[in-house]
């Protein structure tokens, strides 16, 4: 099957990631079971309680708008803005379209605290849920925020959202999202669940950087680990070595015809970015920020948003992993790019 479901789920500015041929062999499969399978009103809540603490306001605006990178899909309507991230307190009013081709549309929530537009109704311990699990208040899982929400420690998840509920609300509707007759019929073949909601040991920032940081941060709350291994496009489950490089993946900017792929980042000197890098050469790249306007690394968020020591923690936890031997090729290319022999 042709379906590439990462970009519907990893790609931050991303589009359509779906091959018609692919979903059109399928629409045939009968639609059913999907709206079922796709629900999953069991999913236990965390207990979140909110607190006008500034330091934990703080430390949940940090992470909203840098590692955990939440602005790059909630922060704005519109694709190919990144100068808005220069606001660190940039609101978080949504609109933002995700057209998943075939599959339908859905579009990134107000997360400002109006009662009727945005999460003023929703209770600490929903708001709680769908940013570790991906189930939505009624009992929807958004694959979107399955596959891309931060996976927070207690300490740091009730910071995020007293951050959310702290803010000034704004009035700003968001249309509902929706599937298609053909998603539904194809959907469930995905085998998606929630993610698991146990939530992961969390390690406090610090001026001083540490790999047990760079490690919670890595693998839980700002992808590197997830978007830079190679992903079975159904399962979403990683298929290759960690963080070794992923599969390519086709451009949903304005050029269809090429393909990004997200590079190895373990310390291989030859082939891998943590290897080819010096520690303040890889900050110095991370500073610089965005090459490419349809990249889905929501590159604006670690640029301008995240720390020094907690980029520094990355690098060395990605210098821990066993290193992979494997050269991605321009990151950005024509489709169907393979290496001259
Ligand atoms: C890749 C884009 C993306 C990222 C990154 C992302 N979200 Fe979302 N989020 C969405 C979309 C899209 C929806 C709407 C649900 C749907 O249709 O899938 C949503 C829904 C939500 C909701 C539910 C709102 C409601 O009405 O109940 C909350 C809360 C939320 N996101 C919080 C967050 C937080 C906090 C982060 C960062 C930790 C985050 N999101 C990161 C795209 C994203
Ligand atoms: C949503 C997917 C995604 C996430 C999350 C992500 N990346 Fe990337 N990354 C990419 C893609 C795609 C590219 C290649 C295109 C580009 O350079 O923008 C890339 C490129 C890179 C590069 C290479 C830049 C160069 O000069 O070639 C580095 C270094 C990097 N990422 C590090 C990280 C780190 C560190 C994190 C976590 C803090 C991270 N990435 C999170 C997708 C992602």
Redesign the pocket.
Known sequence: MQLSFKKIA???LGVAGVSIAGVAAFAAYGVATADRRLTFKDTPYPSVTPSREPALIERGRYLTHG?A?CVQCHGRAERGQPELDRDPNLPLTGGLEFDLGPLGKTYAANLTPDARTGIGSRSPAELGRVIRTGVLADGRLSVIMRA?SADLSDDDLRAVVSYLLSVPPVAKSVPAGSWSAVAKSVLPLFHLSPRNGGGPHGVAASAEPSVERGEY??EHV???V???TATDPMTLQPIGPKAGG?LP?RSHGSEPDKE????N?TADPMTG?TGQ?GEDE?LA??RKG???GA?????ES?ALN?TDAD?RS??RY?RTLPTVHNEVGP??RERGWTRAR
């Open positions: 990893l790609g931050v590692p990178h891309a941060l890595a700002s992808s590197c997830a978007c830079h992923s993946d990004f792929v997200a590079p980042l970015r890098l890889f790249r991370m965005r090459l490419f990249s889905a690394m929501p590159w670690f995240t980029l990355v690098y990605l990151t950005y």
